[in-house]
C-alpha cells in the first residue's frame, strides 16, 4: 500500500470512526464541505471572469477586433 492510499484511507476511517460516535459530526462535515465547495466555485469565477486576468483581456480584445472587421466589412459592402 502506498503512503497516499495508506494516508487517505487513515483520515477515511477516522472519519467514519467520528460519525459513529456523534451523529452531529455528520452534520458538520455536510456543511464544511458546502462551505468548501461555495469557496472554490468563488475564487474559480473570480480567477475566470475578474477583468484583469491576462485571458479575459485577450478574449475581449479578440471579439472586439472580430466586431471592428465585421463593421469594417458592412462599411466597404456601401
Known sequence: MTPATLTWFT?????????AQDPK??????LQSKVLRLETERLWYKV??????PWVRYEMKR????????????????
Open 63 to 78: 471579439n472586439s477586433e472580430k466586431l471592428a472587421r465585421e463593421i469594417l466589412k458592412e462599411f466597404q459592402k456601401r
Open 48 to 53: 475566470r471572469y475578474h477583468p484583469d486576468t
Open 11 to 19: 483520515l477515511g476511517a477516522i472519519l467514519v470512526y467520528l460519525v
Open 25 to 30: 459530526v455528520y452534520t458538520w462535515l455536510v
